[in-house]
C-alpha cells in the first residue's frame, strides 16, 4: 500500500512560480515510478511529468518542457514538481500517483487527493 499526499499549490499570476510536493508513504515505494498529472475542469487527466525512484529517470509532456522540473528526494520519500513560467493554461488539480512511470494515468495504482494551482493572467 502506498499513501500519497500533495501540497504547495495555490494562485500565482502568469509567470510566476510555484513548488508542488507530494510525501509518499509505503514499504514498497522503490517499486514505483512517480507521475504528476493534472485536470482542469471539463477535461480529461492528463499527463504531466514522471521520475523513476531507482534511477531518477524523467520526463515531461511537452507542454511543460523547458519549465517544469520533477525531482524527487529519498530521504524524506518526497517528489517535487517545481513549475516555473506559469501561464493561465496550467490551471488545474495537480495529482500525484505512483504507478509504472507511462504517461498513461489508467497505469498509475496509488494517487493523492490532489492540489489546486490557479494561474491567473
Known amino acids: 500500500q502506498v499513501q500519497l499526499v500533495e501540497s504547495g499549490g495555490g494562485l500565482v499570476q502568469a509567470g510566476g512560480s510555484l513548488r508542488l510536493s507530494c510525501a509518499a508513504s509505503g514499504r514498497t515505494l522503490s517499486r514505483y515510478a512517480m507521475g504528476w498529472f493534472r485536470q482542469a475542469p471539463g477535461k480529461e487527466r492528463e499527463f504531466v511529468s514522471a521520475?523513476?525512484?531507482?534511477?531518477?529517470?524523467?520526463y515531461y509532456a511537452d507542454s511543460v518542457k523547458g519549465r517544469f522540473t520533477i525531482s524527487r528526494d529519498h530521504a524524506k520519500n518526497t517528489v517535487y514538481l517545481q513549475m516555473n513560467s506559469l501561464k493561465p493554461e496550467d490551471t488545474a488539480v495537480y495529482y500525484c500517483?505512483?504507478?509504472?512511470?507511462?504517461?498513461?494515468?489508467?497505469?498509475?495504482?496509488?494517487w493523492g487527493p490532489g492540489t489546486q494551482v490557479t494561474v491567473s493572467s
Open positions: 500517483a505512483a504507478g509504472d512511470g507511462t504517461v498513461v494515468a489508467g497505469r498509475y495504482d496509488y
Open positions: 521520475i523513476r525512484w531507482s534511477d531518477g529517470y524523467r
